[in-house]
């Protein structure tokens, strides 16, 4: 039997392509109704209605408010489509939000609860829209370890964050890229000192408050007095959260799991890095499985592989040698990988 990691996108996931998904590819049709009822009791526009949506719209679809309840069931679809006959689940993580699906996933939430944490977060975060958040690479286009470089680009962050009115701070510590969070000052002023490179980078995301940092303290307030800690509870597989700390089934605290989930991890930096290198190192998979939607979080994961040398990689070459000849990827949101896994 296969043995994989699981791991869940977050947002920016769900765009044109990805439009229709849910009708495609979610195999429980009462589980999405359900969802759909907490929707509508919410005043909200129901997931079919935005997935089966003639055409994509940004400003509907990525929206917190629609995106976090779209990548949420997306992924869980997904997640409950993999032939558990043929592949052992040995933990799961994810990437931001992705934590959210991942308690779900793992059991340690039901489905229903991860949705209305999921959207609760989204709605919360679309109604504050505070700051905002980019992306810039610390790697060059070969995807080779250089920590001088982001210990510059690091201090450069620091820097502008010690100015009068900037805030700026790494929201998402992302393979080999810093994903970026602070207010206008801010993030203007990062993008006026670093080179313009690759053609798109630094790159602002849409729609896209400043996650994971202190700015997002009120919204967090919010959370912890909308979710209670009741619908925490055990899980059923081993979770990697954000900082690289492992949830055991039968072990955790589920007290303390409500207060990272609606503390740490909406108002300190995310190290997805970290969670993929703790997931490779401590459990070794033989696969690892990115559910939908989407496909851009496969860079991500396979950098984060190269900078722990996970079996010796160092370089895209090396990864993607690995990957022709024994595949370490398979991302859902490709139907060429999707068939290998369900």
């Not at 907490?38 to 997935?51: F, I, K, S, V």
């Not at 993008?191 to 202190?214: C, I, K, S, W």
């Not at 690289?244 to 909406?266: R, S």
Request: glycine residues 10%; proline residues 4%.
């Amino acid at each position: 039997m296969t043995t994989a990691v699981v791991i869940c996108p977050g947002r920016g996931t769900y765009n044109k392509a990805e439009l229709g998904y849910l009708g495609q590819h979610f195999p429980d049709a009462d589980m999405l109704a359900g969802f759909d009822v907490l929707r509508e009791n919410a005043g909200q526009t129901t997931l079919t209605e935005l997935d089966s949506a003639p055409r994509y719209s940004s400003a509907r679809h990525s929206r917190g408010d629609n995106a976090s309840g779209l990548i949420y069931a997306a992924t869980l679809g997904d997640f409950l489509s993999i032939d558990r006959d043929r592949i052992e689940i040995v933990a799961v993580t994810g990437n931001s939000m992705g934590w959210y699906s991942a308690l779900a996933c793992a059991g340690a939430v039901s489905a229903n609860t991860g949705f209305n944490l999921a959207n609760t977060m989204g709605t919360l975060m679309q109604a504050a829209m505070i700051g905002g958040q980019l992306i810039y690479p610390f790697v060059g286009e070969d995807w080779r370890a250089d920590p001088a470089r982001k210990a510059d680009l690091m201090a450069q962050v620091h820097e502008i964050n010690a100015q009068a009115d900037h805030v700026l701070a790494l929201s998402i510590d992302l393979g080999g890229m810093l994903v970026l969070a602070g207010n206008a000052a801010g993030l203007s002023a990062f993008e006026a000192a670093v080179p313009r490179t690759q053609d798109r980078f630094p790159m602002r995301l849409p729609n896209h408050a400043a996650f994971h940092t202190g700015l997002q303290s009120d919204v967090a307030k919010q959370g912890r007095d909308q979710i209670d800690v009741t619908g925490f509870g055990q899980p059923a597989i081993p979770m990697i959260d954000g900082r690289g700390a492992i949830w055991w089934p039968g072990a955790t605290n589920t007290g303390a799991l409500w207060d990272y989930t609606l503390g740490h991890q909406v108002t300190e930096s995310y190290d997805f890095t970290r969670a993929v290198s703790v997931a490779a190192r401590e459990f070794a998979p033989d696969l690892f499985i990115i559910t939908g939607p989407g496909s851009t979080l496969g860079g991500a994961v396979a950098q984060s592989l190269i900078l722990a040398e996970w079996r010796g990689m160092r370089s895209k070459q090396d990864f993607q040698k690995r990957q022709k000849q024994v595949p370490l990827l398979a991302s859902m949101g490709m139907e060429s990988q999707r068939s290998s896994v369900i």
